[in-house]
C-alpha cells in the first residue's frame, strides 16, 4: 500500500538500487544535524533493508518521495517506534538539503496520515522530534499536532509531537 499522489509528489517503494540517493541524503552532515551521526553507506542500505522488513511485515514504511517528474526528494512514511515502553505509529520525514523549505514534508507527511486513518486504521500518529530541530517540530505543528509528552531514548531527550485521527 502507498499514499496517493499529491499536487506535486508520488511515493514508491525503497529498493537497494536507491543506495546512492540515500546514503547521500542520510549521510549529509546538515540533513542529519539532529541524529548522532550522519549514516555511512553500510548503514543507508541498512535503512533501506529496515524499510523492506516494514514492507513485508506490515505494508508500509517509509517510502521514497518524488515529484512527478521522477526526481529525488528524500523519504517519508509510517513506521512503528518505541515511546516510553509503548508502540507508537511515526510519521517521518527527510528532504534532500537543498529542496527544504518548499514544504515537500509537509504535502507528504499529510498523504501518510491520510493512509494511516484510511488505510492502517490507528486513531493516532506521533512524530518523535529532537527539541532543537525547530524546522521538523513545525511541520509536525503543520499536521495539525500537538506535544504530548517527551521520551528518553538512552541519553537523548525526544519531544513526541501527535495527532488524533479519529
Not at 551521526?37 to 505494508?59: D, F, L, V
Not at 518505541?82 to 510519521?91: I, Q, T
Amino acid at each position: 500500500m502507498l499514499p496517493p499522489p499529491t499536487t506535486r509528489l508520488r511515493f514508491r517503494e525503497m529498493t537497494l538500487a536507491d543506495l546512492d540517493v540515500m546514503s547521500s541524503m542520510l549521510g549529509d552532515p546538515a540533513v542529519m544535524t539532529y541524529y548522532p551521526a550522519p549514516k555511512s553507506r553500510e548503514e543507508s542500505r541498512a535503512w533501506i533493508e529496515w524499510n523492506q522488513a516494514n514492507y513485508a511485515r506490515h505494508g508500509y514504511g517509509l517510502w521514497i518521495v518524488q515529484t512527478h517528474d521522477g526526481g529525488f526528494v528524500g523519504d517519508c512514511g509510517l513506521t512503528w517506534q518505541d515511546v516510553n515502553g509503548r508502540s507508537e505509529l511515526e510519521v517521518g520525514y527527510h528532504v534532500r538539503l537543498e529542496l527544504q523549505g518548499r514544504r515537500y514534508a509537509t504535502e507528504a507527511a499529510l498523504a501518510c496520515l491520510a493512509l494511516a486513518r484510511d488505510v492502517v486504521g490507528v486513531g493516532r500518529v506521533v512524530a518523535i522530534i529532537h527539541p532543537d530541530n525547530l524546522a521538523s517540530r513545525q511541520v509536525a505543528e503543520r499536521l495539525g499536532m500537538r506535544h504530548l509528552e517527551d521520551d528518553s531514548a538512552g541519553s537523548t531527550v525526544r519531544t513526541v509531537m501527535g495527532v488524533d485521527l479519529g
